[in-house]
């Protein structure tokens, strides 16, 4: 039953690529890259590290700006390989309890089509942040989709915050599991976090696609944060 995880990435190499790759090996029969025009090294850390089946796919023209663009194609790369089932993994998640025989207990049966797995913000590498603002781990973010034939994918139309997934797998059937849980690793450093608030202010200042709110709590000085336990 083939698997295949998508990832968009962008000037990566220096962050958390390494990890993730090395994770994904653990469980991913294929993997499809859609790469935003990097100009650091992250393609060659790709290709060194994977141990699966890995195609790399280079934009032209930088859309990062325009999220939606981005999403679509990889989506669109990954179905077109015709996988079973098929995760997007972002270029800073690392999913904890990752084996492929957990994998293979959730693909197998044929009641579900969608599995959702907590996510965890983490704020440095030892502690998640839980607040009104920063709750993900409190539902099941759908992630594991099978691959269903003549499936029309709809979406969050927003050039940010318009999902890794088309917005119409929640009309599939849904479940979530604690047998895996995604480590978000995209706000552990002081100076991913500035940039991120930088982002956010610029593309949508007035919080026009996200949460102002969420936005501004980026630089709280002292979140709550609660020990990550694996």
Request: charged share 25%.
């Amino acid at each position: 039953m083939k698997l295949i995880v998508g990832m968009l990435v962008k000037n990566e190499a220096d962050r958390y690529l390494s990890r993730v790759i090395e994770n994904i090996n653990l469980f991913a029969d294929e993997l499809v890259v859609l790469d935003d025009q990097s100009t650091d090294h992250s393609m060659d850390l790709i290709n060194s590290l994977s141990l699966i089946p890995t195609t790399i796919h280079t934009n032209y023209y930088g859309h990062f700006s325009n999220e939606i663009v981005l999403r679509k194609n990889l989506y669109a790369k990954i179905v077109e390989r015709k996988p079973a089932w098929f995760m997007v993994v972002d270029a800073d998640e690392v999913y904890s309890g990752a084996r492929r025989e957990v994998l293979d207990q959730l693909m197998v049966q044929s009641e579900v089509d969608v599995w959702g797995f907590r996510l965890y913000d983490l704020w440095d590498e030892q502690n998640y942040r839980a607040d009104a603002f920063w709750k993900a781990h409190e539902y099941y973010t759908p992630m594991l989709v099978r691959n269903i034939e003549n499936f029309q994918p709809t979406w969050r139309e927003t050039p940010q915050h318009c999902g890794r997934l088309p917005q119409n797998v929640g009309s599939l059937r849904n479940s979530g599991t604690d047998l895996m849980k995604i480590k978000h690793l995209g706000w552990v450093r002081v100076e991913d976090r500035l940039r991120k608030y930088e982002r956010y202010m610029a593309y949508d200042p007035e919080g026009k696609y996200g949460w102002l709110e969420q936005y501004k709590s980026i630089l709280d000085p002292c979140p709550n944060l609660v020990r990550w336990i694996d």
